[in-house]
Protein backbone atom coordinates (compact mmCIF):
# COMPACT_ATOMS: atom_id res chain seq x y z
CA UNK A 1 0.00 0.00 0.00
CA UNK A 2 1.53 3.00 -1.26
CA UNK A 3 1.42 7.05 0.02
CA UNK A 4 -1.85 7.63 -1.71
CA UNK A 5 -3.24 4.39 -0.79
CA UNK A 6 -2.35 5.20 3.08
CA UNK A 7 -3.85 8.79 2.10
CA UNK A 8 -7.07 7.77 0.81
CA UNK A 9 -7.79 5.14 3.94
CA UNK A 10 -6.76 7.60 6.29
CA UNK A 11 -9.48 9.99 4.45
CA UNK A 12 -11.84 7.25 4.74
CA UNK A 13 -11.83 6.22 8.15
CA UNK A 14 -11.83 9.77 9.19
CA UNK A 15 -15.17 10.56 7.11
CA UNK A 16 -16.69 7.16 8.40
CA UNK A 17 -16.33 8.59 12.13
CA UNK A 18 -17.34 12.05 11.76
CA UNK A 19 -20.56 10.51 9.72
CA UNK A 20 -20.98 8.16 12.70
CA UNK A 21 -20.98 11.03 15.60
CA UNK A 22 -22.45 13.53 13.83
CA UNK A 23 -25.51 11.61 12.50
CA UNK A 24 -25.71 9.67 15.93
CA UNK A 25 -25.88 13.56 17.45
CA UNK A 26 -29.00 14.02 15.35
CA UNK A 27 -30.63 11.23 16.42
CA UNK A 28 -29.85 12.01 19.96
CA UNK A 29 -31.80 15.65 19.57
CA UNK A 30 -34.85 13.89 17.65
CA UNK A 31 -35.23 12.02 20.63
CA UNK A 32 -34.91 14.73 23.49
CA UNK A 33 -36.21 17.67 21.77
CA UNK A 34 -40.41 17.29 21.67
CA UNK A 35 -39.67 20.53 19.32
CA UNK A 36 -37.78 18.60 17.04
CA UNK A 37 -40.15 15.79 16.59
CA UNK A 38 -42.25 18.11 14.03
CA UNK A 39 -43.77 15.54 11.71
CA UNK A 40 -43.32 16.36 8.28
CA UNK A 41 -39.53 17.83 8.90
CA UNK A 42 -38.54 15.43 11.60
CA UNK A 43 -39.38 12.27 8.93
CA UNK A 44 -37.62 13.97 6.78
CA UNK A 45 -34.58 14.07 8.42
CA UNK A 46 -35.07 10.86 10.25
CA UNK A 47 -35.16 9.17 6.88
CA UNK A 48 -32.07 11.13 5.69
CA UNK A 49 -30.03 10.35 9.02
CA UNK A 50 -30.92 6.25 8.98
CA UNK A 51 -29.82 6.07 5.43
CA UNK A 52 -26.72 8.10 6.51
CA UNK A 53 -25.71 5.58 9.22
CA UNK A 54 -26.25 2.55 7.51
CA UNK A 55 -24.13 3.58 4.91
CA UNK A 56 -21.36 4.27 7.21
CA UNK A 57 -22.04 1.47 9.04
CA UNK A 58 -22.06 -1.02 5.94
CA UNK A 59 -20.43 0.43 2.95
CA UNK A 60 -17.51 2.33 4.01
CA UNK A 61 -16.03 -0.76 6.02
CA UNK A 62 -16.12 -2.44 3.27
CA UNK A 63 -14.54 -0.02 0.83
CA UNK A 64 -11.88 0.70 3.90
CA UNK A 65 -11.01 -3.00 3.61
CA UNK A 66 -10.75 -2.94 -0.13
CA UNK A 67 -8.65 0.18 -0.07
CA UNK A 68 -6.13 -1.55 2.21
CA UNK A 69 -6.42 -4.89 1.07
CA UNK A 70 -6.33 -4.22 -3.03
CA UNK A 71 -9.01 -6.76 -3.53
CA UNK A 72 -12.30 -7.59 -3.13
CA UNK A 73 -12.95 -7.53 0.70
CA UNK A 74 -15.54 -10.27 1.27
CA UNK A 75 -17.18 -12.90 -0.65
CA UNK A 76 -19.71 -13.09 -3.55
CA UNK A 77 -22.74 -13.04 -1.85
CA UNK A 78 -21.78 -10.84 0.63
CA UNK A 79 -20.45 -8.01 -1.99
CA UNK A 80 -23.62 -8.37 -3.93
CA UNK A 81 -25.78 -7.63 -0.94
CA UNK A 82 -23.69 -4.61 -0.03
CA UNK A 83 -23.41 -2.90 -4.02
CA UNK A 84 -27.18 -3.56 -3.48
CA UNK A 85 -27.18 -1.45 -0.63
CA UNK A 86 -24.83 1.24 -1.76
CA UNK A 87 -26.63 1.75 -5.06
CA UNK A 88 -29.89 2.16 -3.21
CA UNK A 89 -28.84 4.44 -0.49
CA UNK A 90 -27.01 6.56 -2.45
CA UNK A 91 -30.24 7.45 -4.52
CA UNK A 92 -32.21 7.49 -1.63
CA UNK A 93 -29.67 10.14 -0.17
CA UNK A 94 -30.43 12.32 -3.01
CA UNK A 95 -33.90 11.94 -3.59
CA UNK A 96 -33.92 12.56 0.43
CA UNK A 97 -32.42 15.99 -0.14
CA UNK A 98 -35.26 16.70 -2.50
CA UNK A 99 -37.69 15.95 -0.22
CA UNK A 100 -36.42 18.36 2.20
CA UNK A 101 -36.18 20.98 -0.36
CA UNK A 102 -39.58 20.76 -1.38
CA UNK A 103 -40.91 21.00 2.49
CA UNK A 104 -38.69 24.17 2.88
CA UNK A 105 -40.15 25.26 -0.47
CA UNK A 106 -44.13 24.52 0.76
CA UNK A 107 -43.42 25.89 4.45
CA UNK A 108 -41.48 29.45 3.30
CA UNK A 109 -44.17 29.93 0.26
CA UNK A 110 -46.96 28.85 2.03
CA UNK A 111 -46.72 29.42 5.54
CA UNK A 112 -50.13 29.66 6.60
CA UNK A 113 -51.24 26.70 4.79
CA UNK A 114 -48.69 24.52 5.55
CA UNK A 115 -49.57 22.34 8.04
CA UNK A 116 -52.39 21.62 5.51
CA UNK A 117 -50.18 20.92 2.63
CA UNK A 118 -47.59 19.21 4.32
CA UNK A 119 -49.63 16.46 6.55
CA UNK A 120 -48.19 13.65 8.56
CA UNK A 121 -49.34 11.10 5.57
CA UNK A 122 -47.77 13.30 2.76
CA UNK A 123 -44.39 13.48 3.85
CA UNK A 124 -45.15 9.27 4.63
CA UNK A 125 -46.23 9.17 0.71
CA UNK A 126 -42.85 11.24 -0.17
CA UNK A 127 -40.69 9.52 2.01
CA UNK A 128 -42.09 5.85 0.95
CA UNK A 129 -41.99 7.23 -2.77
CA UNK A 130 -38.39 7.73 -2.44
CA UNK A 131 -37.42 4.48 -0.88
CA UNK A 132 -39.76 2.71 -3.78
CA UNK A 133 -37.65 5.19 -6.26
CA UNK A 134 -34.41 3.95 -4.76
CA UNK A 135 -35.05 0.29 -4.29
CA UNK A 136 -36.25 -0.02 -8.42
CA UNK A 137 -32.41 0.68 -9.84
CA UNK A 138 -30.89 -2.27 -7.82
CA UNK A 139 -33.34 -4.73 -8.02
CA UNK A 140 -32.68 -4.68 -11.33
CA UNK A 141 -29.35 -4.31 -11.14
CA UNK A 142 -29.15 -7.24 -9.20
CA UNK A 143 -31.74 -9.46 -11.75
CA UNK A 144 -29.24 -8.59 -14.31
CA UNK A 145 -26.25 -9.71 -12.37
CA UNK A 146 -24.64 -5.91 -12.20
CA UNK A 147 -23.21 -5.82 -8.50
CA UNK A 148 -20.09 -6.87 -8.01
CA UNK A 149 -16.84 -5.66 -6.85
CA UNK A 150 -15.76 -2.57 -9.02
CA UNK A 151 -11.37 -2.22 -8.36
CA UNK A 152 -11.72 1.62 -9.49
CA UNK A 153 -13.63 2.39 -7.05
CA UNK A 154 -12.81 -0.32 -4.16
CA UNK A 155 -15.72 -0.94 -3.04
CA UNK A 156 -19.13 -3.23 -4.03
CA UNK A 157 -21.14 -1.00 -6.27
CA UNK A 158 -22.79 -0.94 -9.66
CA UNK A 159 -20.79 -2.99 -12.31
CA UNK A 160 -20.97 -4.93 -15.50
CA UNK A 161 -18.22 -7.40 -15.75
CA UNK A 162 -18.00 -7.29 -19.48
CA UNK A 163 -18.95 -4.36 -22.23
CA UNK A 164 -22.63 -4.25 -22.34
CA UNK A 165 -24.79 -1.31 -24.19
CA UNK A 166 -27.84 -2.04 -21.64
CA UNK A 167 -25.66 -1.43 -18.74
CA UNK A 168 -24.35 1.46 -20.23
CA UNK A 169 -28.10 2.91 -20.79
CA UNK A 170 -29.19 1.63 -16.97
CA UNK A 171 -26.41 3.23 -15.85
CA UNK A 172 -27.45 6.81 -17.62
CA UNK A 173 -30.95 6.09 -16.59
CA UNK A 174 -30.05 5.92 -12.86
CA UNK A 175 -27.23 8.79 -12.38
CA UNK A 176 -29.99 10.63 -14.69
CA UNK A 177 -33.15 9.73 -12.49
CA UNK A 178 -31.46 9.80 -9.42
CA UNK A 179 -28.36 12.74 -9.43
CA UNK A 180 -30.30 15.01 -12.04
CA UNK A 181 -33.48 14.90 -10.83
CA UNK A 182 -32.78 15.36 -7.45
CA UNK A 183 -30.23 18.48 -8.84
CA UNK A 184 -33.57 19.97 -10.73
CA UNK A 185 -35.71 19.77 -7.81
CA UNK A 186 -33.02 21.41 -5.12
CA UNK A 187 -32.19 24.43 -7.75
CA UNK A 188 -36.50 24.66 -8.44
CA UNK A 189 -37.56 25.03 -5.16
CA UNK A 190 -34.40 26.43 -3.63
CA UNK A 191 -34.69 29.63 -5.97
CA UNK A 192 -37.42 30.31 -5.68
CA UNK A 193 -37.33 30.00 -1.63
CA UNK A 194 -34.54 32.24 -2.16
CA UNK A 195 -36.39 34.71 -4.65
CA UNK A 196 -39.25 35.14 -1.33
CA UNK A 197 -36.61 35.47 1.20
CA UNK A 198 -35.13 38.54 -0.72
CA UNK A 199 -39.04 40.10 -1.17
CA UNK A 200 -39.37 39.39 2.27
CA UNK A 201 -35.92 41.54 2.90
CA UNK A 202 -36.52 44.49 0.58
CA UNK A 203 -39.82 44.79 2.59
CA UNK A 204 -38.50 44.44 5.98
CA UNK A 205 -36.13 47.42 4.10
CA UNK A 206 -38.36 49.34 3.38
CA UNK A 207 -40.00 49.60 6.75
CA UNK A 208 -36.87 49.82 8.74
CA UNK A 209 -35.71 52.90 6.51
CA UNK A 210 -38.91 54.82 7.10
CA UNK A 211 -38.40 54.56 10.92
CA UNK A 212 -34.88 55.77 10.68
CA UNK A 213 -36.46 58.71 8.64
CA UNK A 214 -38.88 59.38 11.55
CA UNK A 215 -36.16 59.15 14.14
CA UNK A 216 -34.37 62.06 12.94
CA UNK A 217 -32.28 61.99 16.35
CA UNK A 218 -31.01 58.66 16.38
CA UNK A 219 -27.81 57.83 17.30
CA UNK A 220 -25.57 57.59 13.96
CA UNK A 221 -23.70 54.29 15.58
CA UNK A 222 -27.34 52.55 15.42
CA UNK A 223 -28.32 53.41 12.03
CA UNK A 224 -25.30 52.28 11.11
CA UNK A 225 -25.56 49.24 12.69
CA UNK A 226 -29.62 49.02 11.07
CA UNK A 227 -28.01 49.33 7.52
CA UNK A 228 -24.94 46.59 8.43
CA UNK A 229 -28.46 44.78 9.32
CA UNK A 230 -29.96 44.81 6.22
CA UNK A 231 -26.53 43.63 4.74
CA UNK A 232 -26.20 40.58 6.72
CA UNK A 233 -29.92 39.69 6.38
CA UNK A 234 -29.81 39.73 2.26
CA UNK A 235 -26.43 37.72 2.21
CA UNK A 236 -27.88 35.14 4.70
CA UNK A 237 -30.25 33.38 2.83
CA UNK A 238 -28.10 33.31 -0.04
CA UNK A 239 -25.24 31.93 1.86
CA UNK A 240 -27.68 29.09 3.21
CA UNK A 241 -29.15 28.35 -0.72
CA UNK A 242 -25.48 28.10 -2.14
CA UNK A 243 -24.36 26.21 0.76
CA UNK A 244 -27.42 23.69 0.25
CA UNK A 245 -27.01 23.54 -3.65
CA UNK A 246 -22.66 23.49 -3.39
CA UNK A 247 -22.45 20.41 -0.86
CA UNK A 248 -24.69 18.49 -3.22
CA UNK A 249 -22.61 19.54 -6.40
CA UNK A 250 -18.97 18.78 -4.79
CA UNK A 251 -20.01 15.31 -3.15
CA UNK A 252 -21.76 13.84 -5.86
CA UNK A 253 -20.91 15.17 -8.90
CA UNK A 254 -17.04 14.21 -9.56
CA UNK A 255 -18.43 10.16 -8.50
CA UNK A 256 -21.16 10.22 -11.06
CA UNK A 257 -19.66 11.96 -14.03
CA UNK A 258 -16.36 9.66 -13.18
CA UNK A 259 -19.16 6.84 -13.44
CA UNK A 260 -21.15 8.25 -17.13
CA UNK A 261 -17.24 9.13 -18.33
CA UNK A 262 -15.63 5.27 -17.60
CA UNK A 263 -18.83 4.07 -19.95
CA UNK A 264 -16.77 4.89 -22.38
CA UNK A 265 -13.93 2.32 -23.09
CA UNK A 266 -11.24 5.14 -24.44
CA UNK A 267 -10.96 6.96 -21.01
CA UNK A 268 -9.47 4.66 -18.53
CA UNK A 269 -10.40 5.79 -14.63
CA UNK A 270 -7.57 5.91 -12.57
CA UNK A 271 -7.76 3.68 -9.21
CA UNK A 272 -7.09 6.43 -7.21
CA UNK A 273 -9.11 8.81 -8.50
CA UNK A 274 -12.18 6.58 -8.32
CA UNK A 275 -11.48 6.15 -4.45
CA UNK A 276 -11.11 9.64 -4.01
CA UNK A 277 -14.32 10.27 -6.01
CA UNK A 278 -16.33 7.65 -4.04
CA UNK A 279 -15.09 9.13 -0.85
CA UNK A 280 -16.07 12.16 -1.72
CA UNK A 281 -19.91 10.50 -2.23
CA UNK A 282 -19.29 8.89 1.22
CA UNK A 283 -18.85 13.16 2.49
CA UNK A 284 -22.03 13.86 2.04
CA UNK A 285 -23.42 11.55 4.93
CA UNK A 286 -20.57 13.05 6.81
CA UNK A 287 -21.59 16.41 6.22
CA UNK A 288 -25.62 16.34 6.21
CA UNK A 289 -25.72 16.59 9.51
CA UNK A 290 -24.27 19.76 9.51
CA UNK A 291 -26.19 21.30 6.94
CA UNK A 292 -29.40 20.33 7.60
CA UNK A 293 -29.35 19.73 11.12
CA UNK A 294 -26.41 20.45 13.76
CA UNK A 295 -26.27 24.32 12.49
CA UNK A 296 -29.80 25.25 13.29
CA UNK A 297 -30.32 27.03 16.59
CA UNK A 298 -32.87 24.48 17.82
CA UNK A 299 -30.18 22.07 16.93
CA UNK A 300 -27.73 23.93 18.86
CA UNK A 301 -30.27 24.58 22.03
CA UNK A 302 -30.83 20.99 22.41
CA UNK A 303 -27.35 19.87 22.21
CA UNK A 304 -26.65 22.38 24.98
CA UNK A 305 -29.61 20.84 26.89
CA UNK A 306 -28.11 17.45 26.67
CA UNK A 307 -24.67 18.13 27.76
CA UNK A 308 -25.87 20.59 30.79
CA UNK A 309 -27.87 17.49 32.19
CA UNK A 310 -24.91 15.10 31.69
CA UNK A 311 -22.22 17.60 32.99
CA UNK A 312 -24.75 18.56 35.95
CA UNK A 313 -25.55 15.20 37.00
CA UNK A 314 -21.83 14.18 36.46
CA UNK A 315 -21.25 17.39 39.36
CA UNK A 316 -23.59 16.41 41.49
CA UNK A 317 -22.15 12.62 41.84
CA UNK A 318 -18.63 14.21 42.26
CA UNK A 319 -19.63 16.84 44.67
CA UNK A 320 -20.91 14.10 47.02
CA UNK A 321 -24.65 15.33 47.10
CA UNK A 322 -25.88 11.87 46.49
CA UNK A 323 -24.41 10.41 49.61
CA UNK A 324 -25.44 13.60 51.66
CA UNK A 325 -27.39 14.25 54.66
CA UNK A 326 -30.95 15.73 54.95
CA UNK A 327 -29.98 18.80 55.46
CA UNK A 328 -28.05 19.34 52.08
CA UNK A 329 -31.69 18.47 50.59
CA UNK A 330 -32.42 21.95 51.51
CA UNK A 331 -32.70 24.31 48.29
CA UNK A 332 -31.40 28.10 49.36
CA UNK A 333 -34.20 30.48 47.94
CA UNK A 334 -33.57 33.85 46.63
CA UNK A 335 -29.83 33.61 48.21
CA UNK A 336 -31.20 32.67 51.91
CA UNK A 337 -28.91 29.94 53.29
CA UNK A 338 -30.46 26.65 54.72
CA UNK A 339 -32.16 26.82 58.00
CA UNK A 340 -33.47 30.33 57.40
CA UNK A 341 -36.79 30.69 56.55
CA UNK A 342 -37.73 31.60 52.98
CA UNK A 343 -39.36 34.99 51.99
CA UNK A 344 -43.21 35.05 52.09
CA UNK A 345 -45.24 35.10 49.21
CA UNK A 346 -45.76 38.42 48.49
CA UNK A 347 -42.42 39.96 49.41
CA UNK A 348 -41.23 37.52 47.20
CA UNK A 349 -42.70 39.04 44.37
CA UNK A 350 -41.92 42.10 44.88
CA UNK A 351 -38.57 41.47 45.57
CA UNK A 352 -38.31 38.94 42.60
CA UNK A 353 -40.03 41.62 40.65
CA UNK A 354 -37.81 44.16 41.57
CA UNK A 355 -34.96 41.88 40.71
CA UNK A 356 -36.12 41.15 37.28
CA UNK A 357 -36.73 44.61 36.23
CA UNK A 358 -33.20 45.92 37.75
CA UNK A 359 -31.67 42.53 35.79
CA UNK A 360 -33.60 43.77 32.46
CA UNK A 361 -32.33 47.51 32.15
CA UNK A 362 -28.46 46.44 33.21
CA UNK A 363 -29.32 44.29 30.52
CA UNK A 364 -30.57 46.73 28.02
CA UNK A 365 -27.70 48.73 28.93
CA UNK A 366 -24.93 46.38 28.57
CA UNK A 367 -26.49 44.40 24.78
CA UNK A 368 -29.49 46.20 23.07
CA UNK A 369 -29.61 42.99 21.62
CA UNK A 370 -29.74 40.69 24.61
CA UNK A 371 -33.20 39.94 26.87
CA UNK A 372 -33.64 39.17 30.46
CA UNK A 373 -31.96 35.94 31.22
CA UNK A 374 -35.26 34.90 32.79
CA UNK A 375 -39.07 36.75 32.64
CA UNK A 376 -40.78 37.79 35.56
CA UNK A 377 -43.24 35.23 34.61
CA UNK A 378 -40.88 32.48 35.60
CA UNK A 379 -39.76 34.12 38.23
CA UNK A 380 -43.06 35.14 39.91
CA UNK A 381 -44.70 31.66 38.88
CA UNK A 382 -45.48 29.02 41.48
CA UNK A 383 -43.28 26.23 42.25
CA UNK A 384 -44.20 23.03 40.46
CA UNK A 385 -45.62 19.47 41.47
CA UNK A 386 -42.82 17.27 42.80
CA UNK A 387 -41.75 15.07 39.73
CA UNK A 388 -42.05 18.61 37.68
CA UNK A 389 -39.48 20.38 35.87
CA UNK A 390 -36.52 20.88 37.49
CA UNK A 391 -36.13 24.67 36.65
CA UNK A 392 -39.65 25.36 38.03
CA UNK A 393 -38.68 23.32 41.17
CA UNK A 394 -35.66 25.55 41.89
CA UNK A 395 -37.64 29.03 42.00
CA UNK A 396 -40.45 28.53 44.17
CA UNK A 397 -41.29 28.18 48.06
CA UNK A 398 -43.80 26.10 49.43
CA UNK A 399 -47.43 27.14 51.04
CA UNK A 400 -46.86 29.11 53.55
CA UNK A 401 -43.74 30.35 52.80
CA UNK A 402 -41.92 27.60 54.32
CA UNK A 403 -38.49 26.45 52.31
CA UNK A 404 -39.34 24.26 49.36
CA UNK A 405 -37.66 20.66 50.49
CA UNK A 406 -36.16 19.01 47.24
CA UNK A 407 -37.38 15.00 46.60
CA UNK A 408 -35.26 12.26 48.42
CA UNK A 409 -31.97 11.00 45.57
CA UNK A 410 -32.73 8.71 43.43
CA UNK A 411 -31.62 4.89 44.46
CA UNK A 412 -31.23 4.54 40.78
CA UNK A 413 -29.68 7.21 39.68
CA UNK A 414 -28.43 8.73 42.86
CA UNK A 415 -29.58 12.23 41.77
CA UNK A 416 -32.33 14.77 42.45
CA UNK A 417 -32.73 15.19 38.26
CA UNK A 418 -35.61 13.64 36.66
CA UNK A 419 -34.73 10.53 35.04
CA UNK A 420 -34.82 11.84 31.04
CA UNK A 421 -35.12 9.79 28.30
CA UNK A 422 -32.34 11.48 26.70
CA UNK A 423 -29.99 10.54 29.53
CA UNK A 424 -30.20 7.26 28.39
CA UNK A 425 -29.73 7.67 24.80
CA UNK A 426 -26.39 9.06 25.62
CA UNK A 427 -24.96 5.62 27.02
CA UNK A 428 -26.67 3.80 24.05
CA UNK A 429 -24.79 6.21 20.83
CA UNK A 430 -21.91 5.89 22.87
CA UNK A 431 -22.55 1.52 22.86
CA UNK A 432 -23.74 1.60 19.48
CA UNK A 433 -20.24 3.69 18.55
CA UNK A 434 -18.37 1.00 20.10
CA UNK A 435 -20.19 -2.12 18.26
CA UNK A 436 -19.55 0.19 15.41
CA UNK A 437 -15.92 0.59 15.69
CA UNK A 438 -15.43 -3.57 16.77
CA UNK A 439 -17.15 -4.36 13.15
CA UNK A 440 -14.78 -1.77 11.20
CA UNK A 441 -11.85 -3.65 12.97
CA UNK A 442 -12.99 -6.87 12.93
CA UNK A 443 -13.67 -6.58 8.92
CA UNK A 444 -10.20 -4.64 8.15
CA UNK A 445 -8.17 -7.60 10.02
CA UNK A 446 -10.65 -9.95 8.35
CA UNK A 447 -9.66 -8.21 5.02
CA UNK A 448 -5.93 -7.97 6.13
CA UNK A 449 -5.23 -11.59 6.59
CA UNK A 450 -6.79 -13.10 3.93
CA UNK A 451 -4.15 -11.30 1.77
Known sequence: MDSWDAGLAGLLAGTMGVSLLSNALVLLCLLHSAALRRPAPALFTLNLTCGNLLSTVVNMPLTLAGVVAQRQPAGDRLCRLVAFLDTFLASNAMLSMAALSIDRWVAVVFPLSYRARMRPRDAALMVAYTWLHALAFPAVALALSWLGFHPPYASCTLCSRRPDPRFAIFSGAFHALSFLLALLVLCGTYLKVLRVARAHCRRIDVITMQTLVLLVD?????????????????????????????????????????????????????????????????????????????????????????????????????????????????????????????????????EAASCCSGLAAERALLSPKDDCAMSCSELLEAPAAPGGDSRDQGHGAGAGGAAWVRPPLSPATGSWLPLDTAMLGVPM????????????????????TQT
Do not use: M
Not at 218 to 226: A, G, K, M, N, T
Not at 287 to 296: E, I, K, Q, T
Open 218 to 350: IHPSVRERCLEEQRRRRQRATRKISTFIGTFLLCFAPYVLTRLVELSATVPIAAHWGVLSKCLAYSKAASDPFVYSLLRRQYRQSCKEILTRLFHRRALRSSGLAGGSHSQNILPVAGIPPGQPAIPGPARGR
Open 429 to 448: AVAVAVAVAALIHTTVVAAL
